[in-house]
Antibody
Framework: EVHLVESGGGWVQPGGSLRLSCAAS????????MSWVRQAPGKGLEWVAI????????FYADSVKGRFTISRDNSKNTLYLQMNSLRAEDTAIYYC??????????????????WGQGTLVTVSS | QSVLSQPPSASGTPGQRVTISCSGS????????VYWYQQLPGTAPKLLIY???LRPSGVPDRFSGSKSGTSASLAISGLRSEDEADYYC???????????FGTGTKVTVV
């Protein structure tokens, strides 16, 4: 059974940094694309970033490009999101999610078949 | 502001059929697969439909998806009280070079 557990959320002042982690189990982590999706309080879902299997291919939403970095350690089955220059509008629950079917290279999809429970990031002074 | 537009709400009585639309453009829905997610209150989203019209194992066949041109639809037939949730469409956007979600639709069973 796929299991995804996010950690690292918390309170941070504007301009600060935070690193989120997502521990994965129950599947061959290195084969699958892994994404971050966030949801501001009372708002809809926003796609943030994706890292494909090897970690070399990554894509970002314009709203976080240049500030956030997605990475992965396939030896530890862990996905990361380094968040710098945080703003109030980054306040959200951050979910990590596993790609459903893309196991070979880059697939231009939003096929997220397993999700973690989310971790809350609050950016406030 | 999302590039995929959905009606903010939809409702129906138990047993009815409800349809949710998702409007995009040639750079997203028009050229890529559409996905649908269900988010029950206080929980993480769940994949409901993938590759336009396929259901993951365990999703009832009451849920169906379709796509035509730059629009897509999710239909819920035989509406049940446990279908009360927020529903989101999603697709890759070639111009943005990233994923995009719809604005979301809250389904109420009255």
């Amino acid at each position: 059974e796929v299991h995804l557990v996010e950690s690292g959320g918390g309170w941070v002042q504007p301009g600060g940094s935070l690193r989120l982690s997502c521990a994965a189990s129950g599947f061959t982590f290195s084969l699958y694309g892994m994404s971050w999706v966030r949801q501001a309080p009372g708002k809809g879902l926003e796609w943030v970033a994706i890292s494909y299997g090897s970690g070399h291919d990554t894509f970002y939403a314009d709203s976080v490009k240049g500030r956030f970095t997605i990475s992965r350690d396939n030896s530890k089955n862990t996905l990361y999101l380094q968040m710098n220059s945080l703003r109030a509008e980054d306040t959200a629950i951050y979910y990590c999610a596993k790609d459903g079917r893309c196991t070979n290279g880059v697939c231009y999809t939003v096929d997220l078949d397993s999700w973690g429970q989310g971790t809350l990031v609050t950016v406030s002074s | 502001q999302s590039v995929l537009s959905q009606p903010p709400s939809a409702s129906g009585t138990p047993g009815q059929r409800v349809t949710i639309s998702c409007s995009g453009s040639s750079s997203n829905i028009g050229n890529n697969y559409v996905y649908w997610y269900q988010q029950l209150p206080g929980t993480a989203p769940k994949l409901l439909i993938y590759t336009n019209n396929l259901r993951p194992s365990g999703v009832p066949d009451r849920f169906s998806g379709s796509k035509s041109g730059t629009s897509a639809s999710l239909a819920i037939s035989g509406l049940r009280s446990e279908d009360e949730a927020d529903y989101y469409c999603a697709a890759w956007d070639d111009s943005l070079r990233g994923g995009v979600f719809g604005t979301g639709t809250k389904v109420t069973v009255v």
